[in-house]
């Protein structure tokens, strides 16, 4: 059995203080990690607030290669018409999150997409079992679901109450296609952007 003499630690080594002042330090690692340490890093809410920007971004770049790919201009105007398109094409999904989350399924397009209730279930991490539900319900692929239920909350997030107002607050999910597809809808909208 050792002794305490012959656990005795070895005298330790004298650090040398890291200083601003200290010249000729070459060592990569050393200054690496000195400056890292300089510089603060992301919380998770800015993380996830990066992240939402990144997919904001992408939508509206997608957006606006899909009309010029069709030959139209990449206004604002045509640019929300789209984003407002969206939700009713995905309008058998949001029945589906509706009745997932208890939500009444007669309320009007405003009302379900400003619904807290709603954008909790898909503006953060998206439950997969709801994802799974819904996927089977509709005899969609899984992934199919998750994928558009990120585009209708990237696409809600980017509405602006002006359009939203447009819109009115007794439009039916139902009939936003045909609300979308009126030319004066897009007249209002161009106007309310150019304002």
Known sequence: MPTAED???????????DTDDQKGNDDPISL????????????????K???????????????????????????????????VREPGKSSEIIHQLQENLGLPENASFYQTITNSKLRAAIDGV???IMV??????????????????IALSVDIAL???????????KASLASIPDIVAESEFLTAISLILAE
Do not use: C, M
């Open 7 to 17: 656990l005795e630690l070895e005298e330790p080594v004298p650090v040398v203080p």
């Open 32 to 47: 690496y990690l000195h400056q890292i340490g300089q510089v603060p890093l992301l919380t998770s809410r800015d993380e």
């Open 49 to 83: 607030s990066a992240a939402r920007q990144i997919e904001i971004g992408k939508r509206v770049s997608e957006i606006k290669w899909e009309l010029e790919k069709q030959g139209k201009q990449a206004v604002a105007g045509q640019v929300f018409q789209e984003i």
């Open 126 to 128: 998206i439950d997969q």
């Open 132 to 149: 799974e539900s819904i996927a089977e319900k509709l005899n969609l692929p899984r992934e199919e679901v998750e994928s558009r239920l």
């Open 159 to 169: 509405l602006p109450k002006k359009v939203l107002t447009t819109i009115g607050r």
